[in-house]
Nanobody
């Protein structure tokens, strides 16, 4: 059974940092794009960041560019999202995702073959 499990969410003050982890099991995703999406209450799910299978290519939404860093460790089948300078508007449930194809396709289509259950990130002002 293929699973993506997020961890690392929590409550942090504005300006603080959190690091989210996504642990994959059931198959290897080293050839697949992986990424993070988020959904705030009353809003649609939005793209946050994506990374290619090799880790050499990354994409970020304009709202997090320069503050968040996506990375992956294919040997451990994991993906990370380092979130710095957090703002209250970053408050959302963050979802890990994976799909065959490119990170560019993930960003453009907002689609994935596999999704995690989500982890809550709350940034207080």
């Amino acid at each position: 059974q293929v699973q993506l499990v997020e961890s690392g969410g929590g409550l942090v003050q504005a300006g603080g940092s959190l690091r989210l982890s996504c642990a994959a099991s059931g198959r290897t995703f080293s050839s697949d794009a992986m990424g993070w999406f988020r959904q705030a209450p009353g809003k649609e799910r939005e793209f946050v960041a994506a990374i290619s299978g090799t880790g050499f290519t990354t994409y970020y939404s304009d709202s997090v560019k320069g503050r968040f860093i996506i990375s992956r460790d294919n040997a451990k089948n994991t993906m990370l999202l380092q979130m710095n300078s957090l703002k209250p508007e970053d408050t959302a449930v963050y979802y890990c995702a994976a799909r065959t194809g490119t990170a560019a396709t993930m960003r453009a289509t907002m689609s994935a073959g596999y999704w995690g259950q989500g982890t809550q990130v709350t940034v207080s002002s």
